[in-house]
């Protein structure tokens, strides 16, 4: 899987950005899809993550409530609609796959779990 994420740019505070993340192969519906973030000088941090299916997303406590992942199957698609930007959600944002290799398996929310990540698209929030 090949990940091409976009969307990022500059925004003012209390304002909002739609992050997308496109994927190429046939079995992007086979894998949880996550977004992680990383800020300058910090360890990059889980934001959020979403199942197969689509059907239940998982947040970071940071960004639930404003926040919301979806993901587009057919169109091999992955969204992070951000709301309410604050200036310390500035980051370099990352998509993220998750290979399922069992029916038991949770969304992850640490970065060694996953398995493909795109290159990365900036988002400067300013106060």
């Known amino acids: 899987v090949q990940l091409q994420a976009s969307g990022g740019g500059l925004v003012q505070a209390g304002g909002s950005l739609r992050l997308s993340c496109a994927a190429s192969?046939?079995?992007?519906?086979?894998?949880?899809m996550g977004w992680f973030r990383q800020a300058p000088g910090k360890e990059r941090e889980f934001v959020a993550a979403?199942?197969?299916?689509?059907?239940?997303?998982l947040y970071a406590d940071s960004v639930s409530g404003r926040f919301t992942i979806s993901r587009d199957n057919a169109n091999r698609m992955v969204y992070l609609q951000m709301n309410s930007l604050k200036p310390e959600d500035t980051a370099v944002y990352y998509c993220a796959a998750d290979a399922v290799r069992s029916i038991l398996q949770s969304m992850a929310t640490t970065q060694n779990e996953y398995d493909y990540w795109g290159q990365g698209t900036l988002v400067t929030v300013s106060s």
């Open positions: 192969g046939r079995t992007f519906s086979s894998y949880i």
């Open positions: 979403i199942t197969t299916s689509g059907s239940r997303p």
